[in-house]
């Protein structure tokens, strides 16, 4: 079931798409994109942070006209705003990941597709507008060989590798739901390999992470990954200044600040702290990788937080989610405007007309209450 135009319109912030969005999931699948490591402090810590930080405003600059356009990775996009790599599509909508990319594309942003996809990576790759992939490196390594040889022939332009999951954090929300994969659903690309790890489905992520991702990836490995094609290659998961400065050596072209949704291990910080360490760390060097974010945004002052600590480009994991829950392709257009048009009021109000506009000078730390 998915929400009218007009009952879409009515949405306004991104707690109310998820409280929509829960009364249409079945709660093991609600749980499953909710739920975040084991005590979840990290969960809640990603929205908290960026509390820390108030907005010093300029007054008297002409913000008459406003642009949102930027690029990342030397792809133009309309705003800085892009997808996150998020699995099971099809938990929250029949077209899957389909879907989320018409979304995507109908705004002019740019969607990162999860290997953990419940549609192929062609089938994404078949709407138009830019993409990335998100990639997990696998034990076999002639099974990650391929993945990006299929990218590469769909016509991504980058390559994203989650670099935070060595293990499968405890997401104890979703066990304690006995989330399952409903029949007929599937991770799409990697049918075969899954379903001789867990044939009915089951915890199969759990199962098949725990039997294929490579633990023993290193910095070393970077390397020959990006031998494998002449895509860009970013890196997922890092938070610290000297991992970024690796990164970049390593040839990186880009990084995310990412914790994994909070999803991994608990007790790591939220990204908007990690962020200013990470964009501080490679801003100095030649030619630094692009530094974006994800996890806790759920507003446009949101963005314009991270933008200003360092950020080209933002992700959107779970309102992304919740969107496509309530209204498939038409919500997650909707979330991006919405989120859009938060940015733009933030930078009028700001004195900013365009997002290259937005310093550091605009963020400062707030007292403690």
Same mark, same amino acid.
């Given at each position: 079931?998915?929400?009218?135009?007009?009952?879409?319109?009515?949405?306004?912030?991104?707690?109310?798409?998820?409280?929509?969005?829960?009364?249409? /999931?079945?709660?093991?699948?609600?749980?499953?994109?909710?739920?975040?490591?084991? @005590? @979840?402090?990290?969960? !809640?810590?990603?929205?908290?942070?960026?509390?820390?930080?108030?907005?010093?405003?300029? =007054?008297?600059?002409? =913000?008459?006209?406003?642009?949102?356009?930027?690029?990342?990775?030397?792809?133009?996009?309309?705003?800085?705003?892009?997808?996150?790599?998020?699995?099971?599509?099809?938990?929250?909508?029949? @077209?899957?990941?389909?879907?989320?990319?018409?979304?995507?594309?109908?705004?002019?942003?740019?969607?990162?597709?999860?290997?953990?996809?419940?549609?192929? /990576?062609?089938?994404?790759?078949?709407?138009?507008?830019?993409?990335?992939?998100?990639?997990?490196?696998?034990?076999?390594?002639?099974?990650?060989?391929?993945?990006?040889?299929?990218?590469?022939?769909?016509?991504?332009?980058?390559?994203?590798?989650?670099?935070?999951?060595?293990?499968?954090?405890?997401?104890?929300?979703?066990?304690?739901?006995?989330?399952? /994969?409903?029949?007929?659903?599937?991770?799409?690309?990697?049918?075969?390999?899954?379903?001789?790890?867990?044939?009915?489905?089951?915890?199969?992520?759990?199962?098949?992470?725990?039997?294929?991702?490579? &633990?023993?990836?290193?910095?070393?490995?970077? @390397?020959?990954?990006?031998?494998?094609?002449?895509?860009?290659?970013?890196?997922?998961? +890092?938070?610290?200044?000297?991992?970024?400065?690796?990164?970049?050596?390593?040839?990186?072209?880009?990084?995310?600040?990412?914790?994994?949704?909070?999803?991994?291990?608990?007790?790591?910080?939220?990204?908007?702290?990690?962020?200013?360490?990470?964009?501080?760390?490679?801003?100095?060097?030649?030619?630094?990788?692009?530094?974006?974010?994800?996890? #806790?945004?759920?507003? #446009?002052?949101? +963005?314009?937080?991270?933008?200003?600590?360092?950020?080209?480009?933002?992700?959107?994991? !779970?309102?992304?989610?919740?969107?496509?829950?309530?209204?498939?392709?038409?919500?997650?257009?909707?979330? /991006?405007?919405?989120?859009?048009?938060?940015?733009?009021?933030?930078?009028?109000?700001? #004195?900013? &007309?365009?997002?290259?506009?937005?310093?550091?000078?605009?963020?400062?730390?707030?007292?403690?209450?």
């Amino acid at each position: 079931m998915t929400l009218s135009i007009d009952a879409l319109a009515r949405l306004q912030t991104v707690d109310e798409f998820e409280q929509a969005a829960r009364a249409i /999931l079945p709660t093991p699948s609600y749980d499953y994109y909710r739920s975040g490591a084991d @005590e @979840e402090r990290t969960l !809640r810590r990603n929205r908290r942070a960026f509390r820390r930080y108030q907005l010093w405003y300029r =007054v008297l600059v002409d =913000v008459s006209q406003r642009t949102l356009a930027t690029k990342v990775l030397g792809t133009d996009v309309a705003m800085p705003i892009l997808v996150a790599p998020t699995a099971y599509h099809q938990l929250a909508h029949a @077209e899957g990941e389909v879907a989320t990319a018409r979304g995507t594309a109908a705004v002019g942003s740019l969607m990162v597709v999860s290997t953990l996809a419940t549609r192929t /990576l062609e089938d994404v790759a078949a709407v138009p507008g830019p993409k990335w992939f998100q990639l997990y490196v696998h034990r076999d390594r002639g099974l990650t060989r391929s993945l990006v040889d299929r990218a590469v022939a769909a016509g991504y332009r980058a390559l994203v590798v989650t670099v935070d999951t060595p293990v499968l954090g405890r997401r104890l929300a979703a066990e304690r739901s006995n989330f399952v /994969l409903p029949p007929g659903l599937h991770m799409a690309n990697l049918k075969e390999a899954a379903q001789a790890v867990a044939p009915e489905g089951g915890l199969a992520l759990a199962a098949y992470v725990a039997s294929r991702h490579d &633990a023993s990836l290193t910095w070393r490995d970077i @390397e020959w990954l990006r031998s494998l094609s002449s895509l860009p290659v970013v890196l997922k998961g +890092i938070v610290r200044g000297d991992d970024a400065r690796i990164a970049a050596e390593c040839g990186a072209a880009g990084i995310i600040v990412s914790n994994h949704g909070a999803r991994q291990l608990d007790g790591a910080p939220a990204t908007i702290e990690a962020l200013p360490e990470v964009a501080e760390a490679v801003g100095a060097m030649r030619n630094p990788p692009e530094v974006l974010m994800d996890g #806790g945004i759920r507003w #446009g002052t949101d +963005i314009f937080k991270a933008l200003a600590l360092g950020a080209r480009a933002v992700l959107l994991g !779970r309102p992304i989610l919740w969107a496509l829950t309530v209204g498939g392709e038409a919500g997650v257009q909707r979330m /991006l405007e919405l989120m859009a048009g938060e940015l733009s009021r933030a930078m009028a109000l700001a #004195g900013c &007309a365009s997002v290259t506009a937005i310093d550091r000078g605009l963020v400062r730390p707030a007292p403690r209450e």
